[in-house]
């Protein structure tokens, strides 16, 4: 059973999706709790919802698009999750409609979704039933054995505890960003290899990996970088959430910024590496040059705050991030996009050797 967390903020019972429709040759789905508060169409290549009632307070619904790419070797992902808002003041009854938009004519929306945000925050439920559907369209890229990974966990404990990370830790990583990254864990995962995580912050992306991790039943270790110059105790509540996903032991924290972080790796030790620390172009190209290094050959690279600025039709809140992948990463022709969800970007590292 998935919980589901309800515009109250309590989690109840199943939170299934059900097929509303048609847009435009994209098939829609709502959450099941949609339905309770608003009236749903399919029309104008669009998903159109209406307030069957009118509130006091603000009422926010989530849209995503689930986006699919006709991809040439070195573009983004064929598969890619966007997420949008709609939002109907206190005392709006209209009807507004939410239709995928994307600069680039090669992305072509394949699933359109919709659901209703909490006044706590982003649904769980929702977004855990949404990325199964997206997870189910990856195998494609070689992940198959990491979808069969997921047929070992009881899904009641697994959405329970992106809830927890979402609703009690401070962060900016999206519950469909953490997903991806405890998919991409399940896709990579493999015994006497590592994990690196760089800027953990207070831990919202490290306990989804080390839970993962966990899930899979490796011996891997968590190596998580962080100066944590500025919220030192941020280290402590990373910790916290590792330990409340039962995986304390799997953690080794790093107090430091990753250039001062030497002597204590292997070429070739990691098995997944995730970038998520500073966002300035010179510190990110450290980041990328030590997570190169130490990546295996086959294993994923999970790049935070990549807006794929040429497919969506707004700028980079970070223009570093978008840099890095652009001018360094995909012209290395040593990595294949995989999928994004969100502001994130998985990159399997292909076989050869390193320059
Ligand atoms: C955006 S937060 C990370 C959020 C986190 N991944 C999550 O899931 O909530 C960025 C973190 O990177 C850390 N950081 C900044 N510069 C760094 C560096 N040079 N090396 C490692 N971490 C760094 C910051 O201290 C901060 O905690």
Not at 211 to 229: K, M, Q, R, T, Y
Not at 295 to 311: C, E, Q, S, T, W
Request: aromatic letters at 8%; hydrophobic letters at 40%; one cysteine or more.
């Amino acid at each position: 059973m998935i919980p589901e967390m309800t515009p109250n903020g309590h989690v109840e019972t199943l939170r299934t999706l059900h097929r509303i429709g048609e847009a435009g040759g994209v098939p829609c789905y709502a959450g099941s709790n949609v339905a309770q508060e608003f009236s749903l169409a399919v029309r104008d290549g669009g998903l159109c919802v209406t307030p069957k009632t009118t509130a006091a307070y603000q009422r926010s619904l989530r849209p995503v698009a689930h986006f699919r790419v006709q991809t040439q070797p070195g573009d983004y992902p064929e598969l890619n999750l966007m997420m949008g808002m709609i939002s109907f003041p206190g005392g709006d009854t209209s009807t507004k409609c939410y239709r995928p938009f994307s600069r680039d004519k090669a992305r072509v929306a394949a699933g359109l979704y919709v659901g209703v945000h909490s006044r706590l925050g982003d649904d769980p439920g929702y977004f855990n039933a949404v990325f199964r559907h997206f997870a189910d369209a990856i195998p494609a890229q070689g992940i198959g054995p990491a979808l069969e990974r997921y047929g070992s966990i009881d899904v009641d404990t697994w959405a329970r505890r992106f809830q927890q990370l979402h609703s009690h830790t401070y962060g900016r990583t999206h519950l469909v960003e953490l997903h991806l990254l405890d998919l991409m864990v399940r896709a990579s995962a493999t015994d006497d290899r590592h994990v690196i995580e760089i800027g953990p912050y207070q831990g919202r992306s490290t306990a989804a990996i080390a839970a993962a991790l966990g899930d899979c039943g490796v011996n891997s270790l968590l190596f998580s970088i962080d100066p944590n110059e500025f919220a030192p105790q941020a280290a402590d509540v990373a910790l916290a959430n590792v330990a409340a996903v039962g995986q304390r032991r799997r953690l080794v924290q790093i107090h430091r910024p990753t250039a001062a972080v030497t002597g204590i790796w292997t070429e070739g030790m990691a098995s997944m590496a995730f970038i998520d620390g500073s966002h300035e172009f010179a510190d990110m190209l450290t980041d990328y040059n030590l997570c190169d290094r130490l990546l295996m050959p086959g294993g994923i690279l999970v790049l935070h705050d990549i807006f794929p600025a040429r497919h969506v039709g707004y700028e980079p809140m970070f223009p570093d991030p978008p840099r890095l992948l652009e001018e360094v990463v995909l012209p290395s022709d040593r990595y294949r996009p995989i999928a994004a969800a969100h502001q994130t970007v998985a990159l399997r590292k292909l076989h050869g050797p390193n320059p």
